[in-house]
Protein backbone atom coordinates (compact mmCIF):
# COMPACT_ATOMS: atom_id res chain seq x y z
CA UNK A 1 0.00 0.00 0.00
CA UNK A 2 2.60 2.28 1.12
CA UNK A 3 4.53 1.72 -2.15
CA UNK A 4 1.37 2.37 -4.06
CA UNK A 5 1.53 5.88 -2.36
CA UNK A 6 4.56 6.52 -2.81
CA UNK A 7 4.62 6.00 -6.65
CA UNK A 8 1.70 8.07 -6.98
CA UNK A 9 3.34 10.88 -5.67
CA UNK A 10 6.09 10.46 -7.70
CA UNK A 11 3.90 11.15 -10.43
CA UNK A 12 1.27 13.73 -9.35
CA UNK A 13 4.19 16.25 -7.69
CA UNK A 14 5.74 16.57 -11.17
CA UNK A 15 2.44 16.77 -12.36
CA UNK A 16 0.81 19.51 -9.73
CA UNK A 17 4.55 21.53 -10.66
CA UNK A 18 3.52 22.01 -14.19
CA UNK A 19 -0.06 22.87 -13.99
CA UNK A 20 1.31 25.14 -11.00
CA UNK A 21 4.28 26.61 -13.19
CA UNK A 22 3.60 25.59 -16.48
CA UNK A 23 -0.05 25.28 -17.94
CA UNK A 24 -1.07 27.77 -15.55
CA UNK A 25 0.82 30.98 -16.50
CA UNK A 26 0.19 29.69 -20.39
CA UNK A 27 -3.47 29.90 -19.92
CA UNK A 28 -2.88 33.42 -18.24
CA UNK A 29 -1.01 34.44 -21.13
CA UNK A 30 -3.51 32.78 -24.00
CA UNK A 31 -6.59 34.79 -21.94
CA UNK A 32 -4.44 38.06 -22.08
CA UNK A 33 -4.28 37.82 -25.73
CA UNK A 34 -8.29 37.94 -26.13
CA UNK A 35 -8.66 41.33 -23.83
CA UNK A 36 -8.06 44.64 -24.61
CA UNK A 37 -5.35 47.41 -24.13
CA UNK A 38 -6.26 49.74 -21.59
CA UNK A 39 -4.64 52.66 -19.50
CA UNK A 40 -5.21 51.01 -15.76
CA UNK A 41 -2.98 48.84 -14.35
CA UNK A 42 -2.56 45.73 -15.31
CA UNK A 43 -3.15 47.69 -18.95
CA UNK A 44 -5.77 45.12 -20.12
CA UNK A 45 -9.19 44.32 -19.62
CA UNK A 46 -9.83 41.11 -18.68
CA UNK A 47 -12.20 38.23 -20.37
CA UNK A 48 -13.72 37.11 -18.12
CA UNK A 49 -15.25 39.45 -15.19
CA UNK A 50 -18.41 39.90 -12.77
CA UNK A 51 -21.24 42.17 -13.00
CA UNK A 52 -24.56 42.67 -11.32
CA UNK A 53 -26.27 40.86 -13.51
CA UNK A 54 -23.81 37.84 -13.58
CA UNK A 55 -20.47 36.43 -15.30
CA UNK A 56 -19.02 38.40 -18.37
CA UNK A 57 -17.33 37.73 -21.37
CA UNK A 58 -15.25 40.63 -23.46
CA UNK A 59 -13.08 39.14 -25.11
CA UNK A 60 -12.09 39.32 -29.13
CA UNK A 61 -9.58 38.15 -31.30
CA UNK A 62 -8.73 41.51 -33.52
CA UNK A 63 -4.83 40.91 -31.58
CA UNK A 64 -4.27 38.14 -33.59
CA UNK A 65 -5.76 40.08 -36.96
CA UNK A 66 -3.40 42.57 -35.79
CA UNK A 67 -0.22 40.09 -36.42
CA UNK A 68 -1.83 38.96 -39.33
CA UNK A 69 -2.29 42.34 -41.04
CA UNK A 70 0.85 44.35 -39.82
CA UNK A 71 4.13 43.41 -41.63
CA UNK A 72 6.47 44.37 -38.66
CA UNK A 73 5.55 41.30 -36.42
CA UNK A 74 5.72 39.25 -39.90
CA UNK A 75 9.05 40.09 -41.06
CA UNK A 76 10.30 40.09 -36.91
CA UNK A 77 8.98 35.95 -36.98
CA UNK A 78 10.44 35.42 -40.38
CA UNK A 79 13.67 37.05 -38.94
CA UNK A 80 13.88 35.02 -35.79
CA UNK A 81 13.31 31.52 -37.78
CA UNK A 82 16.01 32.25 -40.59
CA UNK A 83 18.85 33.33 -37.87
CA UNK A 84 17.29 30.94 -35.28
CA UNK A 85 17.69 27.97 -38.62
CA UNK A 86 21.02 29.16 -39.63
CA UNK A 87 22.26 29.56 -35.91
CA UNK A 88 21.43 26.06 -35.25
CA UNK A 89 22.61 24.40 -38.42
CA UNK A 90 26.10 26.54 -37.27
CA UNK A 91 25.97 24.83 -34.01
CA UNK A 92 24.82 21.14 -35.18
CA UNK A 93 28.31 21.60 -37.63
CA UNK A 94 30.47 22.76 -34.98
CA UNK A 95 29.05 20.44 -32.01
CA UNK A 96 29.17 17.29 -33.96
CA UNK A 97 32.83 16.32 -34.48
CA UNK A 98 33.11 18.07 -30.77
CA UNK A 99 30.60 15.38 -29.51
CA UNK A 100 32.15 12.72 -32.08
CA UNK A 101 35.78 13.33 -30.37
CA UNK A 102 34.77 13.02 -27.14
CA UNK A 103 32.58 9.77 -27.49
CA UNK A 104 35.54 8.72 -29.15
CA UNK A 105 38.44 9.92 -26.46
CA UNK A 106 39.98 7.40 -24.02
CA UNK A 107 37.44 7.17 -20.70
CA UNK A 108 39.69 8.72 -18.41
CA UNK A 109 39.79 12.11 -20.87
CA UNK A 110 36.29 12.48 -21.18
CA UNK A 111 35.16 14.13 -17.87
CA UNK A 112 37.37 16.84 -18.62
CA UNK A 113 37.16 17.10 -22.00
CA UNK A 114 33.08 17.40 -21.13
CA UNK A 115 33.79 19.85 -18.73
CA UNK A 116 35.47 21.93 -20.68
CA UNK A 117 32.46 22.08 -22.55
CA UNK A 118 30.24 23.00 -20.06
CA UNK A 119 32.62 25.31 -17.78
CA UNK A 120 31.17 28.69 -19.60
CA UNK A 121 27.92 27.71 -17.95
CA UNK A 122 29.93 29.02 -14.71
CA UNK A 123 29.85 32.65 -15.47
CA UNK A 124 27.05 34.97 -16.09
CA UNK A 125 25.22 34.74 -19.75
CA UNK A 126 24.98 38.27 -19.84
CA UNK A 127 28.74 38.78 -18.91
CA UNK A 128 29.72 36.46 -21.70
CA UNK A 129 27.97 38.51 -24.38
CA UNK A 130 29.48 41.87 -22.87
CA UNK A 131 32.95 39.56 -23.37
CA UNK A 132 31.53 39.37 -26.96
CA UNK A 133 31.43 42.86 -27.49
CA UNK A 134 34.73 43.67 -26.52
CA UNK A 135 35.81 41.15 -28.80
CA UNK A 136 33.94 42.38 -31.89
CA UNK A 137 33.69 45.94 -31.37
CA UNK A 138 36.04 47.79 -33.91
CA UNK A 139 38.50 48.71 -31.42
CA UNK A 140 38.26 45.16 -30.18
CA UNK A 141 40.57 42.18 -29.74
CA UNK A 142 39.70 40.45 -33.17
CA UNK A 143 40.47 43.21 -34.89
CA UNK A 144 43.58 43.88 -33.52
CA UNK A 145 44.76 40.78 -34.49
CA UNK A 146 43.96 40.76 -37.64
CA UNK A 147 45.17 44.02 -37.99
CA UNK A 148 48.72 42.66 -36.29
CA UNK A 149 48.79 39.58 -38.71
CA UNK A 150 48.30 42.09 -41.77
CA UNK A 151 44.94 40.13 -42.60
CA UNK A 152 42.90 43.40 -43.18
CA UNK A 153 44.29 47.14 -43.49
CA UNK A 154 41.19 48.52 -41.68
CA UNK A 155 38.71 47.73 -38.73
CA UNK A 156 35.96 44.90 -39.79
CA UNK A 157 32.45 46.37 -38.68
CA UNK A 158 31.48 43.29 -36.88
CA UNK A 159 29.10 44.04 -34.22
CA UNK A 160 25.65 45.45 -34.72
CA UNK A 161 25.53 42.89 -37.93
CA UNK A 162 23.60 39.44 -38.20
CA UNK A 163 26.61 37.67 -38.22
CA UNK A 164 27.23 39.28 -34.73
CA UNK A 165 23.86 37.57 -33.70
CA UNK A 166 24.83 34.27 -35.25
CA UNK A 167 28.09 34.13 -33.21
CA UNK A 168 26.80 34.91 -30.51
CA UNK A 169 24.05 32.23 -30.50
CA UNK A 170 26.20 29.65 -31.54
CA UNK A 171 28.82 30.37 -28.00
CA UNK A 172 26.23 30.43 -26.13
CA UNK A 173 24.13 27.58 -27.02
CA UNK A 174 26.83 25.12 -27.95
CA UNK A 175 26.78 23.01 -25.40
CA UNK A 176 23.17 22.30 -25.43
CA UNK A 177 24.29 20.46 -28.55
CA UNK A 178 26.98 18.70 -27.98
CA UNK A 179 25.75 17.09 -24.69
CA UNK A 180 22.87 14.89 -26.19
CA UNK A 181 24.86 14.24 -29.37
CA UNK A 182 27.68 13.11 -27.47
CA UNK A 183 25.20 11.09 -25.24
CA UNK A 184 23.18 9.97 -28.80
CA UNK A 185 27.60 8.84 -30.35
CA UNK A 186 28.75 7.30 -26.38
CA UNK A 187 26.06 4.79 -26.77
CA UNK A 188 26.56 3.34 -30.33
CA UNK A 189 28.15 -0.08 -30.42
CA UNK A 190 31.37 -0.06 -30.92
CA UNK A 191 30.70 -3.38 -32.91
CA UNK A 192 28.90 -1.60 -35.59
CA UNK A 193 32.02 0.38 -36.43
CA UNK A 194 34.43 -2.51 -35.99
CA UNK A 195 32.25 -4.37 -38.18
CA UNK A 196 32.28 -1.60 -41.21
CA UNK A 197 35.94 -1.72 -41.15
CA UNK A 198 36.17 -5.59 -41.29
CA UNK A 199 34.26 -5.24 -43.88
CA UNK A 200 36.32 -2.73 -45.69
CA UNK A 201 34.57 0.75 -45.16
CA UNK A 202 36.70 3.94 -44.30
CA UNK A 203 36.67 5.88 -41.45
CA UNK A 204 34.27 8.67 -43.44
CA UNK A 205 31.87 6.08 -44.88
CA UNK A 206 31.03 4.40 -41.23
CA UNK A 207 30.94 8.24 -39.87
CA UNK A 208 28.17 8.88 -42.63
CA UNK A 209 26.21 4.98 -42.71
CA UNK A 210 26.55 4.59 -39.17
CA UNK A 211 27.12 6.91 -36.83
CA UNK A 212 25.15 9.60 -38.17
CA UNK A 213 21.66 7.79 -38.76
CA UNK A 214 21.88 6.25 -35.30
CA UNK A 215 23.40 9.89 -33.58
CA UNK A 216 19.22 11.09 -34.88
CA UNK A 217 18.04 11.24 -31.67
CA UNK A 218 20.46 13.05 -30.04
CA UNK A 219 20.67 15.18 -33.62
CA UNK A 220 16.86 15.81 -33.01
CA UNK A 221 17.29 16.83 -29.14
CA UNK A 222 19.83 18.91 -29.80
CA UNK A 223 18.78 20.98 -33.21
CA UNK A 224 15.47 21.71 -30.78
CA UNK A 225 17.63 23.03 -27.46
CA UNK A 226 19.22 25.07 -29.40
CA UNK A 227 16.35 26.53 -32.07
CA UNK A 228 13.24 26.50 -29.36
CA UNK A 229 15.27 29.34 -27.06
CA UNK A 230 17.19 31.25 -30.35
CA UNK A 231 13.69 31.67 -31.89
CA UNK A 232 13.15 34.01 -28.53
CA UNK A 233 16.05 34.92 -27.76
CA UNK A 234 16.37 38.37 -26.55
CA UNK A 235 20.17 39.69 -25.29
CA UNK A 236 22.11 38.44 -27.75
CA UNK A 237 20.21 40.23 -30.54
CA UNK A 238 19.93 43.39 -28.44
CA UNK A 239 23.49 43.40 -27.49
CA UNK A 240 25.35 41.96 -30.45
CA UNK A 241 22.84 42.90 -33.21
CA UNK A 242 21.84 46.44 -32.21
CA UNK A 243 18.58 48.11 -32.21
CA UNK A 244 17.95 48.03 -35.50
CA UNK A 245 17.53 43.94 -35.34
CA UNK A 246 13.96 43.06 -35.39
CA UNK A 247 13.61 39.76 -33.74
CA UNK A 248 10.56 38.31 -31.88
CA UNK A 249 12.20 38.52 -28.65
CA UNK A 250 12.88 42.10 -29.25
CA UNK A 251 9.80 43.02 -30.60
CA UNK A 252 7.76 41.36 -27.66
CA UNK A 253 9.71 43.41 -25.66
CA UNK A 254 8.79 46.19 -26.77
CA UNK A 255 5.50 45.44 -26.79
CA UNK A 256 5.79 44.53 -23.12
CA UNK A 257 7.68 47.46 -21.52
CA UNK A 258 7.20 50.47 -24.25
CA UNK A 259 4.07 50.22 -25.99
CA UNK A 260 2.45 48.69 -23.29
CA UNK A 261 0.47 46.84 -24.93
CA UNK A 262 -0.03 43.42 -23.08
CA UNK A 263 -2.67 42.05 -24.90
CA UNK A 264 -0.26 42.01 -28.46
CA UNK A 265 2.53 40.73 -26.86
CA UNK A 266 0.55 37.77 -25.40
CA UNK A 267 -1.15 37.21 -28.75
CA UNK A 268 2.27 37.04 -30.38
CA UNK A 269 3.43 34.81 -27.74
CA UNK A 270 1.33 32.35 -28.18
CA UNK A 271 1.19 32.40 -31.87
CA UNK A 272 5.08 31.68 -31.20
CA UNK A 273 4.02 28.94 -29.03
CA UNK A 274 1.72 27.15 -31.28
CA UNK A 275 4.50 27.27 -34.08
CA UNK A 276 7.14 26.00 -31.85
CA UNK A 277 4.88 23.07 -30.71
CA UNK A 278 3.47 22.05 -34.48
CA UNK A 279 7.70 22.28 -35.43
CA UNK A 280 8.84 19.84 -32.14
CA UNK A 281 4.74 17.64 -33.52
CA UNK A 282 6.56 17.63 -36.93
CA UNK A 283 9.95 16.55 -36.09
CA UNK A 284 8.94 14.03 -33.71
CA UNK A 285 6.46 12.35 -36.52
CA UNK A 286 9.56 12.18 -38.83
CA UNK A 287 11.90 10.60 -36.23
CA UNK A 288 9.66 8.03 -35.85
CA UNK A 289 9.16 7.47 -39.23
CA UNK A 290 12.87 7.22 -39.56
CA UNK A 291 12.74 4.39 -36.56
CA UNK A 292 10.33 2.57 -38.27
CA UNK A 293 12.61 2.58 -41.87
CA UNK A 294 15.52 1.90 -39.70
CA UNK A 295 13.65 -0.96 -38.26
Known sequence: MSANWGLRLAVLLPA?????FVAWPLLIV?????SEVVSAIPPYLPVFGWSESGPSVSGNVENYRLLASDALYTASLLTSLRIAAVATALTLLIGLPI??????????????????????????????????????KNEGLLNELLLALGLIDQPLTILTTEWAIHLGIVYAYLPFMVLPLYVAIERIDPALREAAADLGARGTATFFRITLPLARPGIAAGCLLVFIPAMGEFVIPDLLGGPNTLMI???????FFANRDWPVAAALAVVLLVLVLVGI?????AQRRAGEGLA
Do not use: M
Open 99 to 136: AHGIARAEPRFRGALLLLVILPFWTSFLIRVYAWIGIL
Open 281 to 285: AALDR
Open 249 to 255: GKTLWVE
Open 30 to 34: AEISF
Open 16 to 20: LWLVL
